[in-house]
């Protein structure tokens, strides 16, 4: 749980580093491509292309290709029609998509799990509950197919891995492959030339979000994801909006209500603490 914990921090500048430094001045699909293309050099002098079951290889691949590549277009495309916090606001359902997609590959369904990812839900909108521009239908809809990309992404990775025993440093590159096909064909098709110039400031923020952000923080993400609980990774999940908030205030002085971020974060605390007594209900540990 502490690789989740570490990366929730790390990825709480992103939403304010895309909506402050990217959206609407750089291309989407370049900055996903850039993005993805990072990430997958990263891994490149670890990957293991040899010994390696082809099952597991193009399983983690696809599996990349739909929780970051096609989640990223969804994703960068939303702040387009949403603010940083609106975005962060429909985040919310995540967990929901993680802990029904997980126990769909499990062919089990806990029921009261829903109901500890459900407070934590409500301690999330408690957070970022408030007033939204004329995009949000567009914006919703593109946030949600986001989610259920992510969502899906880490609960079919999890699900995968447990069959394998793998160093996943070895073959989490594969990973990044998958999610930079994608990206190719998204630029390459949908990209506009027009915005592909970027400032030294982009650059690095780039480089952030590349190398720091999805290079280092999915792969930790995943292996976290893999050492607990479908519910409690579910939870995590909405640990990052209390976290984007703080950033958003802190760095760039960001409005917000300091009532309902103390209220909704104690309230998603008390969901951790909830979904630990059902996992004892079901005979299980938080790990």
């Known amino acids: 749980m502490n690789k989740l914990i570490f990366v929730t921090i790390l990825w709480a500048f992103s939403f304010s580093l895309i909506g402050e430094f990217l959206a609407g001045k ?20 670890f990957t293991k292309f040899r010994g390696i079951s ?9 599996i990349g290709a739909v929780q970051i590549g096609l989640m990223y277009l969804f994703y960068y495309n939303s702040f387009l029609y949403l603010s940083v916090p609106e975005v962060a606001l429909f985040t919310i359902f995540t967990p929901f998509y993680v802990t029904l997609i997980y126990d769909a590959f499990s062919f089990k369904f806990r029921p009261l799990y829903l109901f500890s990812v459900g407070v934590a839900v409500f301690g999330a909108l408690i957070i970022k509950y408030g007033a939204i521009n004329d995009g949000v239908l567009k914006g919703f809809l593109l946030v949600q ?13 999890k699900a ?8 996943q440093k070895n073959v989490f590159g594969y990973f990044h492959f998958g999610a930079f096909f994608v990206a190719v064909v998204a630029l390459l098709t949908l990209g506009n030339p ?30 976290g994801a893999c050492e607990v609980d479908s519910g409690v990774l579910a939870i995590m999940n909405n640990a990052l909006i209390p976290a984007a908030i703080i950033v958003n205030l802190v760095f760039w002085q960001k409005d917000t209500n300091l009532t309902r971020l103390i209220l909704g974060a104690a309230i998603m605390y008390i969901s951790l603490i909830v979904h630990n007594k059902i996992m ?8």
Request: with cysteine; proline share 2%; hydrophobic share 60%.
């Open 26 to 45: 750089v291309d989407s699909y370049l900055a996903v491509f850039i993005r993805v293309a990072l990430a997958s050099l990263v891994f490149l002098p």
């Open 54 to 62: 082809p099952k597991l290889a193009f399983g983690i691949m696809a």
């Open 145 to 157: 197919a986001a989610n259920i990309c992510f969502g899906a992404g880490q609960s079919a990775y």
């Open 160 to 167: 995968l891995l447990e069959k394998f025993n793998v160093d």
């Open 194 to 223: 027009a915005k592909f110039s970027l400032t030294s400031t982009q650059i690095l923020v780039l480089l952030w979000l590349g190398v720091v952000a999805s290079g280092l923080g999915y792969f930790m993400w995943n292996k």
């Open 280 to 287: 004892k209900f079901y005979g299980m540990k938080i790990v």
